[in-house]
């Protein structure tokens, strides 16, 4: 394998082009760049109203549930990618604060519903002046086909990411198996290279 090829961070033909992956490298540098913005901006938008980054988006996510689709706590921890044990632990914090309620699921007596409380939409009200202008700044350069577009693309890119770092976590066992079994082998290779120097000059 040349060179070139074998420094390449991915190998779909889509990805790449006469540049090799610099395209892509540029894409992950400004995305990379506009996360730890949206990182920050969450930060802020959090602590203004003292809340955890997570519990801010928790109630956001309960906030844009409907009443054909109430959110439970697995449809919250789905929404936001996270683990079902900490997402719980997070909104009974949330209920012990009383921003947010659990009631019976209306069909399904097993479940429960999350809702804001009375409080929590105040709260959410406080913020949202915050959030307007701050949002605007962060997206409103684009148009609405290309915010659109933008919204798809991100649904799939976040969809495939957990199997993605499944498969990084795979191959790295398995590079670092290979790497570890041929730095066993090596020295015998060199033993048996000095030896044979050795018996040359004997």
């Excluded at 549930?65 to 439970?72: H, I, Q, R």
């Excluded at 890119?157 to 041929?182: F, M, P």
Aim: net charge positive; no cysteine; glycine share 6%.
């Amino acid at each position: 394998m040349p060179v070139f090829d074998a420094l390449l961070t991915t190998s779909k033909p889509e990805l790449l082009d006469k540049d090799g992956d610099r395209t892509l490298r540029g894409v992950l540098y400004d995305y990379f760049a506009f996360g730890r913005s949206l990182e920050a901006a969450r930060e802020i938008f959090a602590s203004f109203v003292g809340l955890s980054p997570t519990q801010y988006l928790i109630l956001i996510a309960i906030k844009n549930s409907t009443a054909e689709k109430p959110m439970g706590v697995n449809q919250v921890a789905e929404r936001l990618y996270l683990s079902g044990a900490f997402v719980t632990n997070e909104i009974n914090k949330l209920v012990s604060d009383g921003l947010i309620e659990k009631s019976p699921h209306p069909g399904d007596g097993r479940r429960v519903q999350l809702t804001l409380t009375e409080h929590g939409i105040n709260l959410l009200v406080r913020l949202a002046a915050l959030q307007r202008p701050v949002n605007d700044a962060l997206f409103g350069m684009l148009t609405r086909e290309e915010f659109r577009v933008l919204s798809q693309m991100l649904s799939r890119l976040a969809s495939n990411a957990e199997s993605a770092l499944k498969l990084a976590e795979h191959v790295r066992t398995t590079l670092t198996s290979q790497n570890n079994e041929a730095s066993r082998t090596e020295p015998r290779v060199r033993t048996k290279r000095r030896a044979s120097r050795q018996s040359l000059r004997e």
